[in-house]
């Protein structure tokens, strides 16, 4: 039985544009949306952005003129807490329906059943390249060269502080034969 990668292509690419046009449509509705929640006082509203910004801030009363700068922040950073988790569960909800696309994708094109995982996928192919096992070889080297790196570090540093301490003999030398100033007793 021959297998129509044509079909296949095409049904997969399909699904693509598809996912890409959904895609495309939640963005364009996330960058309007907004989120507004008023404190449980009704002294102030606020509303926020799909970032998390601040878009408004009404107060409705005057009862902040009264408060003590403490209560007033602490009103303002719950009411924007809030604002922003309403935005959060507002994104979440939008980006649910792309969770699971890879299953879509395998199911559409007959290939469910398939690997998940793209590494799972590629082992039969890598497997029969010439250079196959050549990246964890590269990743031994590269793990030794940093613990020679580390090694040469600490001996550099050991050789630092050895330069350290004759620097501070040879100052502390030097200001021992600087002239003080004060007329000195010589018995020659």
Avoid: C, W
Wanted: proline share 3%.
């Amino acid at each position: 039985m021959a297998i129509d990668f044509d079909g296949i292509l095409k049904d997969a690419m399909s699904a693509l544009h598809d996912q890409r046009d959904r895609m495309l449509a939640a963005k364009r509705e996330l960058d309007a949306a907004t989120a507004s929640v008023t404190s449980k006082d009704h002294m102030v509203s606020v509303t926020v952005g799909p970032q998390g910004q601040v878009v408004s801030m009404t107060f409705h009363t005057k009862a902040y003129q009264s408060m003590a700068p403490a209560e007033l922040a602490a009103a303002l950073v719950g009411v924007l807490n809030e604002a922003r988790a309403a935005m959060g569960s507002q994104v979440i909800e939008h980006i649910k329906g792309f969770q699971d696309f890879g299953g879509h994708l395998r199911s559409v094109t007959g290939l469910a059943g398939t690997p998940v995982e793209m590494d799972e996928l590629l082992k039969p192919l890598r497997a029969m390249a010439p250079s196959f096992g050549l990246e964890e070889t590269l990743g031994e080297l590269k793990e030794s060269r940093q613990e020679e790196f580390a090694a040469e570090e600490e001996t550099a540093t050991g050789r630092g502080s050895e330069q350290r301490v004759r620097q501070e003999e040879f100052a502390a030398e030097a200001e021992s034969r600087i002239p003080t100033g004060r007329q000195e007793e010589f018995s020659g």
